[in-house]
């Protein structure tokens, strides 16, 4: 199932949020965010208005009360009222700003017209997911209804807001369950917008894309939980009840690349996963993703991630790693 494929990527990816902060900004003001390397930057209006640039996007976006957005890519932005404002750095308003809780509240501004927004950011520790997140568009910009949020936002930050200033037991794996669900829901509102605009998924080709197509997800959800299978492009056009020509076809256009690679990328995804947070031998991650052999998992390890499993595994922090795009 689509949500089931979901959740096995987020949790491969190890997602997490960051500290979440409130803005309060009063007209006229202006704020830029530099790039966030690793990171998808989110935000929601709950009062007021702006106008928001995105670095690498020509037409500046309007927001209102209730919409949410987010940067997947974390790419560098400017925030403000007016578009002719002059802005400053958001990291120097830390020293004119308070704290409340634990919560980082930002004030700034010139006294007018109030706008208010809370924020964050999601987190990616496996950087080796990168060619998973390549697939989504610099900007996801989910409209509010008639001014407010739509209920499912309106109740997850609640929800996370109350668990993060919470001291009882449990909290900590429950604003986790939280972050995935809300990377999971603002994605799955994208597609379905993009689906009611132009009456099929309009999203970039990527897995994202690709796995949302009714034809395709009983493909997708074989790999994910076989991925130590020798899987053969006509096996999973069957799973699809396609044939084999018609399966490469559309997989390959609406994925962006072929079946087999999309298997590979996956194996390397989940054997990055094990070699870090698992306590298993590099033979016995490469039996668990479909290699015969160390030898042979090693060599396609290295030629897709850029360094051997071993030198992957000792370093903690994935510095040296090149990812695939």
Not at 28 to 55: H, M, N
Not at 109 to 115: A, D, E, Q, V, W
Not at 129 to 157: C, K, N, Y
Not at 287 to 295: F, K, L, M, N, W
Request: hydrophobic share 40%.
């Amino acid at each position: 199932m689509e949500m089931d494929v979901l959740t096995d990527v987020l949790n491969t990816m190890h997602l997490q949020s960051q500290v979440w902060y409130n803005f309060e900004f009063t007209a006229p003001w202006g704020i830029k965010t530099q790039a966030l390397d690793e990171s998808a930057i989110f935000f929601v209006v709950t009062r007021g208005s702006c106008y928001l640039e995105v670095d690498g996007l020509e037409v500046p976006v309007s927001l209102v009360g209730g919409d949410l957005v987010m940067l997947p890519h974390g790419n560098a932005h400017i925030l403000r009222d007016q578009l002719e404002n002059s802005v400053v750095p958001l990291e120097s308003l830390a020293e004119v700003c308070s704290t409340e809780n634990v919560h980082r509240t930002f004030r700034f501004g010139g006294g007018g017209s109030l706008t208010a927004m809370v924020g964050g950011c999601f987190i990616f520790e496996n950087q080796v997911s990168r060619p998973f997140l390549s697939a989504l568009p610099p900007l996801i910009h989910i409209q509010g209804e008639h001014g407010q949020m739509v209920p499912w936002l309106d109740t997850t930050l609640k929800w996370m807001a109350a668990e993060t200033n919470s001291n009882n037991p449990g909290a900590q794996i429950i604003v986790s369950r939280l972050t995935d669900m809300l990377f999971v829901q603002i994605l799955r509102s994208h597609i379905a917008e993009q689906t009611r605009q132009n009456g099929e998924c309009n999203v970039k080709a990527g897995w994202l894309r690709a796995m949302a197509d009714p034809y395709l997800g009983k493909a997708f959800e074989v790999i994910h939980q076989l991925p130590d299978h020798s899987w053969t492009v006509a096996e999973l056009a069957s799973h699809a009840n396609m044939s084999r020509t018609a399966f490469s076809t559309r997989f390959t256009k609406l994925a962006g690349i072929p079946p087999l690679t999309y298997v590979t990328r996956w194996r390397m995804l989940k054997a990055s996963d094990l070699l870090r947070y698992g306590k298993v031998t590099i033979t016995e991650v490469a039996t668990r993703v479909g290699y015969e052999s160390e030898a042979s998992f090693s060599k396609a390890f290295k030629r897709e991630i850029g360094v051997a499993p071993g030198t992957y595994r000792r370093n903690e922090h994935n510095g040296a790693v090149r990812v695939i795009e």
